[in-house]
């Protein structure tokens, strides 16, 4: 038996060659039969893939749970798939009629200008956030070539790497969190599959975001490099959304004055003081940054109301409408953040990608009802850990932020945007209930025994 067992062979190796000779075979098959569209995005694959795992390892590392990385690979083979998923919708059930088509247009073009030493090249008509983001794909563009397949890709991959940030701001921020549920959650959620899994502000957002929560998390803990993570985060957030800027930047500063020192004492008076004047300042900027966005100078609270208003009209229109439910006091504030979190419900639904997203709420619903007695733990951990009240802080403004969208369309898109960290609330630690045990009389006229720990 001992000689059998030794005699046992590792059949990996056998597997992975066989698992390349037929990776080399489809290749050559598609570069064959298929166009540069195609076989460009086979090529491109493989290379995301050695590209995330030391990244994958690096956080295995880091855990003391190994099979996080297998959650973390499992997760990107579904991130790429979802990608050529995305593609396929846009292009073959929508025929096309999405921003992405757009965006491949002006990437393409921008591509052969930069391959040519042209960087002051045209953008197409819109908003700041559109420019910049044809300024991206036109990058992605010059290093993979003209498919638009591989493009969807890498974005897809992007959209990735926001996550496993996400997921360490959480480890960070909330070390005694239940991580593996919220790294469920978190890489396997279906619209957290799908709609930052294509050419566009979506999976720019999310990276951009995750480096934002990665930073913030550093910075509540009292870690080196939050402030530069967070800084580039909300910089780079900004230059496509800054209302998601400003957001971010308003949660950390609400959450700031909690944040605990080098080994989890409070921070001093004056340092505290200074950090809160430089957060103050740069929200001053990302806030400006979004005024100039929505056209709302200098005319406080009724401009932001009257954007809010614009939006709400705008959003209400193209086949998905729904009444809005705008809080207009603290009561409304439920229901409105049921609207911006569950909705549309099977009912409401009247497609195939709306009904697929009313599934999601309704299992969102039983998650958060099942998770109901970790609430109180919510509540607790505010004050315990920064982190959680920043996140809760964020969800609050995007609530209130959001719920003027009437569009379903849109919203089931945007809020992908709030669900990394409404999260956490079904992961933070659960409220232990201690059980008193009835003690006996000789039990309670015995001497208590003295601790081995004094």
Known sequence: METIRHLRVDPRPAVGILAVGAYVVVLFWAMS?????????????????????????????????????????????????????????????????????????????????????????????????????????????????????????????????GLCFFYRAFRIGIPDGDYRRYALLLFFLPSML????????????????????????????????????????????????????????????????????????????????????????????????????????????????????????????????????????PLDIPMAAFSVLFRPLPHEAHNAQALVASFEGVLLIGLFALALPRLPGVARQVWRRPYVLFSMAYSLLFVIAFSSFGNFGILVRQRVQLFPLILIALAVPAVARAKRKPESTTASLAPAAPSPHR
């Open 33 to 161: 039969a298929a166009t540069y569209n195609v076989w460009g995005a086979i090529m491109i694959a493989p290379v995301l893939v050695l590209l995330t795992l030391p990244i994958a390892r690096r956080v295995a590392r880091s855990e003391e749970d190994p099979r996080i990385i297998r959650i973390i690979l499992w997760a990107l083979m579904l991130k790429l798939a979802a990608s050529i998923v995305r593609h396929f919708v846009a292009f073959e059930v929508y025929d096309g009629s999405a921003d992405a088509a757009r965006y491949i247009d002006y990437g393409q073009d921008m591509a052969q200008s930069f391959w040519h030493g042209i960087f002051d090249v045209e953008t197409p008509a819109g908003s700041s956030g559109t420019e910049f983001t044809s300024y991206v794909v036109g990058v992605v563009f010059s290093l993979t070539g003209p498919t638009a397949l591989g493009a969807y890709l890498v974005f897809s991959w992007l959209g990735f790497l």
């Open 194 to 329: 799908f709609w930052p899994s294509g050419i566009g502000k979506e999976a720019w957002m999310m990276l951009t975001l995750g480096i934002s929560a990665y930073g913030v998390a550093r910075i509540l803990t009292g870690r080196p490099g939050g402030y530069l993570a967070g800084g580039l985060g909300v910089l780079g957030a900004a230059m496509v959304r800054p209302h998601m800027g400003a957001l971010v930047a308003a949660s950390l500063v609400a959450a700031y004055p909690f944040r605990r020192g080098h080994v989890g004492r409070s921070m001093g008076p004056v340092a505290r003081v200074l950090g809160m004047a430089v957060l103050l300042a740069g929200l001053l900027v990302v806030v400006q940054a979004a005024e100039e966005r929505f056209d709302v100078q200098n005319e406080g609270l009724q401009g932001a109301e009257t954007a809010i208003d614009e939006a709400a009209e705008q959003t209400a229109k193209g086949g998905s409408e729904f009444e809005a439910v705008r809080p207009d006091s």
